[in-house]
C-alpha cells in the first residue's frame, strides 16, 4: 500500500500478528522468514544469471553457424577454375603451374593439360606429382626454380623430413607411356627420355590471404600476391592443427582450404 502525504510516499506493508504467541516470537518467524525469503531470491538471481549465460551461448552458437552456413554458401557459388582440381598456383612471374595429387590426376595433368609449349617437372622419387608450367618454355629461371619448388614441397620427399629434393624438367615430348621392351609403366607414371635438367629445392611452402581466397605456393610466387602470408617447411603438426594456427596468424581464411594447400605428412610455421 503506498500513501502520499507532502511530497513523500511512504510504503505500507501488512504484517500479519499471531497473538497467541509474543512479540519476540512474531519477531523470530518473520526474521526466518525474511531469511528464507532472502535465499529464495538469491536463487532466483543465480537462476536468472545462469540462464543469460546459456542464451548468451545459444545466440553466439546461433550467430557462428550462421556465419559457416553464409562460407558455404559463397563456396558453392564461386565459381571454381578448372585447375584448382589439381596443386596450382602462379608464379612470381604469372605463369600457371599444375601439379597431380594423386595418380589418376597425375594422368590428367600429362594427358589433357599438357602442350608443346609446355614445361614438365618431377622427380625421381615414387610417389611423386607431375607438375606442367602452361607455356612454361617462354618462362623464366625464378618461375622453374617455384615450380621445383612446388614438386618437392607435394614430394614423399616432405613426408619423409627430408630438408631438400632432387627435381628435374623436361619438354612434354619427353614424357610417354611407351615403356621400354619388358618394363611396365603403371597408373600415373611415365617414361622420360632425353636430357633432364635438375634443381635441388629446399622444403618450403607458404600459405597466403589475398581478400577472402587463400592461395598456395612457393614465397616467392606466393608473396608477389599479398604480404599477407606464412611459410611451412616439414615438421611433427598434422593439417587440422596446422590449418587453425595458420587461419589465427592470417587472420582470416577457410580452414578447408588451408588444408588443401598443406603439403601431405607433418609440418610447422616456419620461424
Known amino acids: 500500500m503506498f500513501l502520499r502525504k507532502n511530497g513523500l510516499i511512504k510504503i505500507l506493508m ?11 516470537e512474531n519477531a523470530a518467524k518473520y526474521f526466518e522468514e525474511s531469511k528464507k525469503a532472502k535465499k529464495k531470491l538469491e536463487g532466483a538471481k543465480k537462476a ?48 600457371l603451374c599444375i601439379g597431380g595429387k594423386d595418380a589418376t590426376s597425375n594422368e590428367l595433368v600429362i594427358k589433357k593439360h599438357t602442350d608443346k609449349n609446355d614445361l614438365v617437372l618431377h622427380t625421381d622419387m615414387a610417389g611423386s606429382p607431375f607438375f606442367v608450367i602452361k607455356n612454361g618454355q617462354e ?15 607435394y614430394s614423399r620427399a616432405w613426408k619423409l623430413g627430408h630438408t631438400s629434393a632432387d627435381v628435374f624438367y623436361v619438354k612434354p615430348e619427353q614424357v610417354t607411356k611407351e615403356a621400354k621392351p619388358g618394363e611396365y609403366v603403371p597408373k600415373g607414371s611415365f617414361m622420360i ?54 587461419k589465427h596468424k592470417l587472420k582470416g581464411g577457410d580452414l578447408d582450404e588451408i588444408a588443401k594447400f598443406l603439403p601431405a605428412g607433418g609440418a610447422e610455421v616456419k620461424k
Open 139 to 153: 618462362a623464366g629461371e625464378q618461375t622453374i626454380k617455384e615450380a621445383a619448388q612446388a614438386v618437392a614441397a
Open 48 to 95: 536468472l544469471a545462469e540462464t543469460k549465460k546459456k542464451l548468451e551461448l545459444l545466440l553466439k552458437q546461433e550467430a557462428q553457424f550462421m556465419e559457416e552456413e553464409a562460407q558455404k554458401l559463397v563456396k558453392k557459388e564461386k565459381k571454381r577454375q578448372w585447375y584448382e582440381k589439381f596443386h596450382w598456383f602462379i608464379s612470381s612471374e604469372g605463369f
Open 193 to 246: 627420355y632425353g636430357k633432364t635438367q635438375y634443381l635441388y629445392p629446399k622444403l618450403e611452402y607458404a600459405i597466403g590471404l589475398v581478400g577472402e581466397d587463400i592461395i598456395g605456393g612457393p614465397a616467392s610466387a606466393v608473396e608477389k600476391q599479398t604480404k599477407n602470408f606464412i611459410v611451412v617447411m616439414p615438421g611433427k603438426e598434422n593439417k587440422g592443427v596446422l590449418a587453425k594456427k595458420i
Open 14 to 24: 501488512e504484517i500479519e500478528f499471531d497473538l497467541t504467541k509474543s512479540v519476540e
